[in-house]
């Protein structure tokens, strides 16, 4: 048995124990339903090709390699599936590209953690939220579906230093969504159902309720204020529920965190090292995503994967981790059809069926070790479980440097 | 065991709501799992309802004594989320430091474990719905976010 | 019972909002095989509360056209398992829903993932295949 870190979601799960056997998964111990299945891995692995045909790993480079090369803005995106060591690899080929370098958080959560990293939130580790935090509020956030464990072992649940008793006792967990999540469905007393696009008017409201001031709005808005009020340790977890829906203005979240000196706000990250590339970039060019180098780094909104498509100013792709024909507006994506695409990944993805190359790499935590930002900014170790012969992203990311 | 169906087909299925569930059907499935018991539904109390109500009554009884071990989990059901693990009372006694805490657990005296994604229960003999000072015990049943967890 | 009086009217057509969310058990067909049947199942549906369906007068297991300027799909209707006032119906997000997504964003490039408007109406030809909502050229 060995023991390993899920790479299923941004909690980073770092107590999975797996039984190997002839070099295969034989069981998963500890991880949710979700983790189980990554680490299990994926029926379809991508085999490499050019123009659609196989071919072996070192032309498939190779091929990117020129294709980048000849490209006159080319655009390297996706990162979030990636280690750190990959990222900061990929920022490197960025540079000496002049190329534009997104990632997944363009369209996630980058708005909230740019925040964070410019220190305009206050914000604590998921140890801290074990050990300390009484009141906690989910909102736009269905933990139980997207980073399934983050009831369990941080912050509802677990007994905590200072939360010795059960989470009867000594917790109190709100949500606030559209829909009656399974989240939701946990802290039943405590849903707070809004409209679509309503968390504003919510904010607005909580602020009100928070200066003594009468709040035009549902009077359980004083209720939910109250809870917060008595917090001495809570936490919001923005999900992207949230984030979506106040992307026109997210300051107005950092007012609402300015009236609440106990709480920490935190952003719930999906794919497992998302904040990772953030806080790469950010040390790097002082932004967390949508950057062009062009000697010195730029920062536009026209460098977001979604406009860049949308106003066809690409001429090449490179996408590691991510699949955006199925995560993008099916709108825009078109635009693939007139570019080369190149694409990194484990499995079969909708991407890798249009790209003119395809280059499979290791399934970072189980195939190939590393680090990862956990959501909270924890760095987490990746040990890399299983003997194979893909190559990691990093190791293709030396590749295409050196075949240039 | 009764079924959900049996018991429903003995309430006034008016879906009234007079019980606090919103239909007939959602109040015989928390009579079932034992968080609602039969004096809260007001009109089977009446009169009329008089068999019915002895019926319900009867086919109630033996599981109220909670002498069998009568849990079940439906694994096409759970999301490996831990939430039960965790919340346990007997599982946190027995490994305090392990899931106690959130974690995985350290040793084999707990009574969930989640493999595959799938939780397991073993050690059942140790829940506290069962024993000498047997209490209704529902830690690890309001937790689960998809019914996973039953007692039967 | 009489005859289904819907097959001789004009199939109509009704205007709903949906919002996306994630499933966990969607997610996991996902890591798995995302060409595979089961990740289709549970993606290629939308979910929508009692009332509304007899409003617009479906019924769960119908097929339903799902259109707007950005896209057309087919998904397999289903009644919503939560507790919902109705007004709004939902989809796990993934490559179905992202067809009715709009690729406009005013420039700042997140996308109206959660907020979407379409015309619903019965559809007669299959569920949309994954296979067609890849791009070929
Ligand atoms: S919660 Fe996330 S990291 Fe933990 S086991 Fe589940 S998918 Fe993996
Ligand atoms: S009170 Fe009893 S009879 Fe009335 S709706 Fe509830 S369960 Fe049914
Ligand atoms: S009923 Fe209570 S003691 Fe028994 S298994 Fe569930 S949580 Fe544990
Ligand atoms: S709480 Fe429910 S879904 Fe979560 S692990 Fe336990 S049985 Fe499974």
């Known amino acids: 048995m060995v023991t390993c870190t899920c790479t299923g979601c941004a909690l980073l799960c770092e107590d999975i124990d797996v039984i190997i056997e002839n070099n295969r998964v034989k069981e998963v111990k500890n991880a949710c339903r979700r983790g189980a299945a990554r680490i299990r891995g994926c029926v379809n692995r991508l085999e490499p090709s050019v123009n659609k045909k196989q071919a072996d790993i070192d032309t498939s480079i190779k091929k990117a390699a020129e294709i980048l090369k000849n490209a006159r803005s080319p655009m390297l995106f996706g990162w979030g599936n990636s280690t ?20 997944n958080s363009s369209f996630c959560q980058g708005l909230l953690i740019e925040r964070i990293l410019k220190k305009k939130f206050r914000t604590c580790s998921l140890e801290d939220i074990r050990n300390r935090a009484d009141v906690l509020i989910y909102w736009g956030s269905d933990a139980q579906d997207s980073q399934p464990r983050h009831l369990s072992r941080f912050s509802y649940f677990p007994r905590g230093e200072h939360r010795q008793h059960g989470y009867e006792e000594d917790r109190t967990a709100a949500v606030i969504d559209v829909r009656e999540s399974s989240t939701a469905k946990i802290c039943k007393g405590h849903f707070y159902r809004i409209p679509t696009g309503g968390d504003r008017e919510l904010i607005l409201a909580l602020m009100d309720a928070l200066s003594g001031k009468v709040p035009k709005y549902d009077k359980r808005v004083l209720e939910l204020a109250g809870i917060m009020k008595k917090a001495e340790c809570g936490a919001i977890f923005a999900g992207i529920g949230l984030t979506y829906s106040i992307k026109d203005d997210p300051d107005i979240l950092v007012a609402l965190a300015d009236k609440l000196p106990n709480f920490n706000i935190m952003p719930m990250v999906g794919h497992y090292n998302m904040r990772g590339f953030n806080e790469n970039l950010f040390k790097e060019t002082g932004f967390v995503n949508r950057i062009r180098f062009e000697g010195r780094p730029v920062h536009n909104d026209g460098y977001a994967v979604v406009e860049a498509l949308r106003q066809k100013s690409i001429d090449a792709l490179l996408v590691i981790g991510s699949d955006p024909l199925s995560s993008l507006p099916g709108s825009i994506v078109s635009h693939l059809a007139d570019i080369p695409v190149i694409c990194i990944d484990p499995c079969v993805t909708l991407t890798s069926r249009i790209a003119a190359v395809t280059i499979p790499c290791a399934v970072s935590g189980v195939e190939s070790g590393g680090s990862a930002v956990r959501m909270d900014g924890r760095v987490v170790e990746l040990p890399g479980i299983i003997e194979n012969n893909h190559l990691s992203d990093q190791e293709i990311m030396t590749g295409l440097m050196e075949a240039l | 065991m009764p079924t959900v169906m049996e018991l429903y087909q003995l309430l006034p299925k008016t879906n009234c709501k007079k019980c606090g569930e919103s239909t007939c059907m959602a109040f015989a499935v928390a009579l079932l799992s034992r968080k609602k018991n039969i004096q809260e539904c007001p009109p089977v109390l009446e009169g009329k309802f008089k068999e019915q109500k002895d019926k319900l009554e009867s086919l109630l009884l033996p599981a109220a004594g909670a002498e069998e071990t009568g849990l079940i989990v439906h694994p096409e059901l759970c999301t490996g989320c831990g939430n039960c693990v965790v919340a346990c009372p007997v599982d946190v006694a027995n ?33 506290r719905r069962f024993g000498m000072n047997r209490v209704l015990c529902y830690a690890c049943i309001d937790p689960c976010p998809t019914g996973a967890i039953e007692f039967v | ?51 509304d369906m007899k409003r617009m007068g479906f019924k769960p297991g119908d097929r339903v056209k799902l259109t707007n300027d950005n896209g057309s799909i087919v998904v397999e209707l289903r009644e919503s398992k939560r507790e919902e006032p109705g007004g ?38 299959e569920v949309t295949t994954i296979e067609r909502l890849i791009i070929v050229r």
Do not use: H
């Open chain 2, 95 to 127: 490994d305090p430091k392990g899931a106690g805490i959130g974690g995985a657990p350290t040793n084999d005296k707990v009574i969930f474990r989640v493999l595959d994604g799938k939780v397991v229960a073993s050690n059942i003999k140790e829940c």
């Open chain 3, 1 to 51: 019972m009489g005859i289904d009086i819907g097959k001789f009217l004009k199939n109509p057509e009704y205007e709903i909002k949906i919002t996306t969310y994630r499933d966990i058990f969607q997610a996991e067909a996902l890591e798995r095989d995302r060409f595979g049947e089961e990740y289709r199942k549970l993606s290629a549906a939308i979910m929508m509360s009692k009332n």
């Open chain 1, 84 to 103: 750190c060591e990959a990222q900061v690899k990929g920022i490197e080929l960025a540079k000496r590209l002049n190329a534009i370098i997104d990632d």
């Open chain 3, 88 to 125: 709004v119906a939902f989809m796990v997000n993934s490559p179905w829903s992202n067809a009715l997504v709009s690729g406009d964003t005013g420039g700042r490039g997140i996308p109206e993932f959660k907020n979407i408007s379409a015309m619903i109406s019965l559809a007669k030809e």
